[in-house]
């Protein structure tokens, strides 16, 4: 008997139901907002779990990193962090404090010291003299502040211009160790303080975690080696002076000197005490930032430089300071030790103290300018390395 059987229908092909390009562009700015889109039995779209933009959300959390970035990297750099005063009252404060702090710590001295200053002190008897010494003040400070130096700089910067005045009134005029030191103090601390409160210390002095060489910075020995580096540099080049041309300058250019002895009895171990200060001076204001200065755009330019494709000026100029970054820093740096220290040293041996001749002022800070000179020589090759 035969058997019906039921005809296997065709497949129909599947049709793909039309989209409304307008309903399509408008549930695009909804979906932005939904976690997801369902479509019910009867064809309608319904939405579950409506949630932020994720174009926000992404753009948020994009910006909370980014302070949280800004902030580390202030952190590691806090010479970013700048006063809030206006740009245009931040260098003249600085002058007025340091003027102001200035004058107030010698008043007390004066009157603590019982005027032992003053009487080796030369009278200022015009304005010119006045305003010369003032005038290099400022061109001191703004030295310091224009050429981005921190308070830490300054104070060493100081240390290595006014020590050698300092140091001629203690050793050849009998001035008091105590009255000394308090001097050299003030001239420091009327720099350190202004450029203190507003300016923060750079990467180099704060420690930072990221400047290059932390390791370098950061070693306690190596820190003592470029100290006793620098004062024995210090010390050769003044027991050098005094075996040659010093006694003699002293005889015949600085008159009324209370006692001639230590031109011809100071040695070399003799300075050393003295020249130690010079020499953490010299470390912290050249060694410092020179070691912690790394690799930039300018030292890849330089090493693709070639002379034989470059004009006639790239040529002369890659000559005459074609130099790394970190060269350029020991040498900038080491140049403005040695102005800052012959012409503060000039002034204020022959405009304040009493009896003293321009050539002899001249001959005393050269020799204070050459030790300057050998130092920063002696710390390039110390910390020549690559970086």
Request: glycine share 6%; hydrophobic share 45%; net charge negative.
């Amino acid at each position: 008997m035969p058997t019906l059987r039921r005809r296997r229908e065709a497949s129909r092909p599947v049709e793909e139901p039309e989209v409304d390009e307008t309903t399509s562009n408008a549930i695009e700015p909804i979906a932005s907002h939904l976690e997801r889109l369902d479509t019910a039995p009867d064809g309608t779209i319904e939405a579950l779990a409506v949630v932020n933009d994720a174009t926000e959300v992404a753009e948020a959390k994009e910006t909370e990193a980014l302070q949280i970035s800004e902030r580390d990297r202030d952190h590691q750099h806090p010479r970013k962090q700048r006063s809030h005063l206006p740009k245009a009252l931040q260098f003249p404060l600085v002058t007025v404090l340091s003027f102001s702090i200035s004058s107030l710590c010698y008043s007390f001295l004066s009157e603590w010291s019982r005027g032992e200053l003053a009487g080796i002190s030369k009278s200022l008897d015009t304005w010119g003299e006045v305003a010369t010494l003032a005038g290099w003040r400022i061109f001191e400070l703004a030295l310091g502040w224009f050429g981005n130096f921190d308070s830490y700089d300054l104070a060493a910067l100081n240390l290595l211009a006014h020590g050698p005045p300092v140091y001629l009134i203690a050793t050849f005029y009998n001035i008091s160790t105590a009255t000394a030191i308090s001097a050299l103090g003030i001239e420091m601390l009327s720099t350190f303080l202004p450029f203190q409160l507003l300016r923060p210390l750079s990467g180099a002095h704060a420690g930072a975690k990221n400047v290059a060489n932390r390791e370098i910075l950061t070693d306690i020995p190596i820190q003592i080696y470029t100290t006793i580096l620098s004062a024995a540099i210090y010390s050769l080049t003044l027991f050098t002076a005094y075996k040659t041309y010093l006694p003699t300058t002293l005889v015949v250019y600085f008159q009324g000197l209370p006692s001639l002895a230590p031109a011809y009895t100071t040695n070399f171990l003799a300075t050393l005490p003295v020249t130690v200060a010079f020499g953490a001076a010299a470390k912290s204001f050249i060694f410092t930032p020179f070691v912690a200065t790394g690799e930039t755009s300018e030292d890849e330019k330089l090493a693709e430089f070639e002379p034989a494709t470059a004009t006639l000026g790239e040529t002369l100029a890659w000559n005459i300071w074609g130099y790394t970054t970190r060269a350029k820093v020991v040498i900038l740096r080491t140049v403005v030790a040695m102005i800052v220290t012959g012409v503060n040293t000039y002034l204020q041996t022959f405009m304040t103290v009493n009896g003293v001749e321009s050539y002899g002022a001249t001959a005393y800070s050269g020799a204070w300018v050459a030790a300057a000179f050998f130092t920063g020589i002696g710390l390039a090759f110390v910390g020549g390395g690559d970086s």
